[in-house]
């Protein structure tokens, strides 16, 4: 069936570095992808967002990406720091509701 | 505004026990969100509201689970009975506008275990 998942369950990554987060969907006809962040203990939160009639899209320190044509998109978080930390999830808007895929662990090394 | 409220933060009960998780969605959102979260099946929507009605709850696992929204500022997650498999972290989120995941803001989650 239709679905967003991710690529990887974790991912680490040196303090500093840049983090490369990827997800892959299957629904040739979404149109809209949101990246959320889940830090311990608390609820997702939102990142970023694009439209399909875009390949990218920047925020502070990070960039979403996509690829239309292999229906992929990843998140890029520059010069990652220990509060980037988190468990990150790309969720695909249907409508009134989102639908998440299983997330990414992203652990930062000293 | 303080954000989407949930209580309890916490809730530890033994199976056949009635469980009720509330949810404060911010003030002036419209849409209501009830998601339950495992390691295994992820997070997962489980029904919501516009403007205090129903709209689908097909997320819904079964009978033993209910959700009430009596008015703007108050939503209710019911289960009856309880069993362990039921235990997971329970998250209400709301919004101001139709989908548009920019919109959408969660509570901190309430973390039920079933004994």
């Known amino acids: 069936g239709e679905s967003v998942g991710l690529h990887l369950p974790t991912l680490s990554v040196q303090e500093g570095d840049n983090s490369i987060i990827n997800c892959a969907y299957s629904?040739?006809?979404?149109?809209?992808f949101i990246w959320y962040k889940q830090e311990s203990g608390k609820g997702p939160q939102f990142i970023i967002d694009?439209?399909?009639?875009?390949d990218k899209r920047q925020g502070q320190r990070v960039t979403v990406l996509l690829n239309k044509t292999v229906k992929h998109l990843s998140l890029q978080i520059a010069a990652t720091q220990p509060g980037d930390s988190a468990v990150y999830f790309c969720?695909?808007?249907?409508?009134?509701?989102?639908?998440f895929g299983k997330g990414t662990r992203l652990h930062i090394l000293p | 505004d303080a954000g989407v409220i949930q209580s309890p933060r916490h809730e530890v009960t033994e199976m056949g026990q009635e469980v009720t998780l509330r949810c404060k969605p911010i003030?002036?959102?419209?849409?209501l969100f009830w998601y339950r979260q495992t390691m295994m099946r992820g997070l997962e929507l489980l029904i919501y509201?516009?403007?205090?009605?129903?709209?689908?709850d097909s997320g819904m696992p079964e009978d033993r689970f209910s959700a009430k929204m009596p008015n703007a500022s108050f939503s209710t997650l019911k289960i009856q009975p309880s069993e362990p498999r039921d235990s997971a972290v329970y998250f209400c989120?709301?919004?101001?506008?139709?989908?548009?995941?920019?919109?959408?803001?969660f509570g901190p989650g309430t973390r039920l275990l079933v004994l």
């Open positions: 969720a695909e808007n249907r409508g009134d509701k989102i639908i």
């Open positions: 509201f516009n403007n205090n009605v129903p709209i689908d």
């Open positions: 989120a709301s919004s101001w506008a139709s989908g548009g995941g920019e919109t959408q803001y």
């Open positions: 694009i439209r399909s009639n875009m």
């Open positions: 003030s002036g959102h419209d849409y």
């Open positions: 629904n040739s006809a979404s149109d809209y």
